[in-house]
């Protein structure tokens, strides 16, 4: 199975981005450590847009993606986050040989 990439949008609640880049970038550091399926995680900050924050992730295969949406990591993310952004879009990608 391939690998599988994610590139998450976050649409941050006005005037919390600050609030929600150290909590996305922790998650991220958890991710990294606890699943052993999660290649990559990187937080991205628009540097003309502050509305939002991008995430670039890299999963082993589409299991070890399944595995991070149920990981503990992506909950306390939720709950620590709460309030402070809007939505959460993934488009999920294959790399190209």
Do not use: W
């Not at 922790?26 to 847009?49: I, K, Q, S």
């Not at 949406?69 to 709950?79: K, N």
């Amino acid at each position: 199975m391939p690998k599988l990439v994610v590139i998450g949008t976050v649409e941050v609640t006005e005037g919390r981005r600050s609030q929600l880049l150290p909590l996305l970038k922790a998650h991220g550091t958890r991710c990294l450590n606890d699943e052993p399926g999660t290649l990559h995680f990187e937080v991205l900050v628009p540097r003309e847009d502050d509305t939002k924050l991008f995430v670039y992730e890299v999963y082993r295969d589409d299991d070890a993606f399944e595995a991070h949406l149920s990981a503990a990591s992506r909950a306390q993310f939720r709950e620590e986050a709460a309030g402070m952004f809007k939505t959460i879009h993934a488009t999920k990608c294959t790399p190209a040989d």
